[in-house]
């Protein structure tokens, strides 16, 4: 099992461009969630989603979008990319909906937005 | 509301000592506890967990204590190694079934074991 994986590791945006995270995992979870991590803040939820076709917002969800067509993978979109969302993307799956499951991350996406 | 607070990094410790890390939390009714570690250049992996009161959480030599009555669920190690340097991160899970989607974490205190 390869887990979960993201893709690209590094990208540099300027301001207003868009584009997408990639996020796949092989484990056959429903639960899958998008966090990102800023200095000094931890990890903060962005958006999460509890099956294929079924996605709900987190703390952080503005300026970003999902979707789920399928249960391997939940796609990270951001429409027109600003300097606040230069961060460290993680993406994480879970197998059950119960508060002990446990959650796999994947390596992360350092993002810079100029 | 949901919150972690952990104590503030970061620490240096040479090999074999004693690790504490601090964590205390604020949540309704019983949440789930974890530590995450995070190693340089990774992802967070599980390091270890407590569902309820009581509850010893153990993996790898580490060990937390979910402390209802302190709300606490501090990480201990009696001998660390250079290979434990990474960043470890508390985080709550609200109780109900929900909660595998909603992780909070605390800031993240990064430790060093120098040789």
């Known amino acids: 099992n390869a887990g979960v994986t993201q893709t690209p590791k590094f990208q540099v945006l300027k301001t207003g461009q868009s584009m997408t995270l990639q996020c796949a995992q092989d484990?056959?979870?429903?639960?899958m969630s998008w966090y990102r991590q800023d200095p000094g803040m931890g990890l903060r939820l962005i958006h999460y989603?509890?099956?294929?076709?079924?996605?709900d917002q987190g703390e952080v969800p503005n300026g970003y979008n999902v979707s789920r067509s399928t249960t391997e993978d939940f796609p990270l979109r951001l429409l027109s990319a600003a300097p606040s969302q230069t961060s460290v993307y993680f993406c994480?799956?879970?197998?059950?909906?119960?508060?002990?499951?446990?959650?796999?991350f994947g390596p992360g996406t350092r993002l810079t937005v100029l | 509301g949901n919150s972690v607070t952990q104590m503030e990094g970061p620490v240096t410790l040479s090999e074999e000592a004693f690790l504490t890390i601090n964590c205390t939390y604020t949540a309704t009714g019983y949440p789930s506890l974890f530590w995450y570690v995070q190693y340089p250049g990774e992802g967070l992996q599980l390091l270890l967990k407590a569902t309820k009161a009581d509850d010893k959480g153990s993996n790898k030599g580490f060990e937390a204590t979910y402390r209802k009555e302190t709300t606490s669920f501090h990480l201990e190690k009696g001998s660390v190694q250079v290979s434990d340097s990474a960043v470890y991160f508390c985080?709550?899970?609200?109780?109900?079934?929900?909660?595998?989607?909603?992780?909070?974490f605390g800031t993240g205190t990064r430790l060093t074991v120098i040789p």
């Open positions: 989603s509890v099956g294929a076709g079924i996605t």
């Open positions: 484990m056959n979870h429903e639960y």
């Open positions: 994480a799956s879970s197998s059950g909906k119960w508060a002990y499951n446990e959650q796999f």
């Open positions: 985080a709550l899970t609200p109780p109900g079934i929900t909660g595998a989607n909603n992780l909070f």
